[in-house]
């Protein structure tokens, strides 16, 4: 899941600073600022996951950010559409490579523009194990809840599916939750 996008990756930090570059004059009813980023790609530590360290090396395409002002012209919203492919990293070096996914990020803000909501919606990862059967984690995921500079892609609600197994294959221990 991105980390900014795509946040995803995708904090609302980066987001923030966003609503200053898209920012709608006042007084207007703009229509939406839509900005391609087009591909990049991220690292991050996998938390909330295994008991070992998991390395997140990301890669993402097609990144659109739509950004929404109210008539007043303070942004109320951004949606961030983007396809990504992620690769873990275990701590013996183990890894595992996720299929290609498609996503959306929606951010909500207050009146005073800081960051109310920040969720991923998507099938977050679904991952083929050594033995041919698929780690899936699908759903709602809230990237307000990750501390900062860190991942997480266990779904808030939605569906996870063997994570032992996900765990077992990175050589990373046991599952967290």
Known sequence: MKLGRGIIGATAAIFAALAVLLAAPAGSASPPAILHLGEGSFTAPLTNTCTSAITLNGSFSNDTLTAFFDSSGNLTAIIDRFDEVDTF????????????????TEVRFDSSGNATSVYSLAVLERV?????????????LNLLTAPPGTFDFIPDTGHSSDLAGFCAALDAGQPLS
């Open 128 to 140: 083929t194990l050594p033995d041919g059967t698929n780690a899936i984690f699908a759903g709602r």
């Open 89 to 104: 990293v275990g701590p013996t070096g183990a890894t595992l490579v996720g299929d290609p996914y498609h996503a959306i």
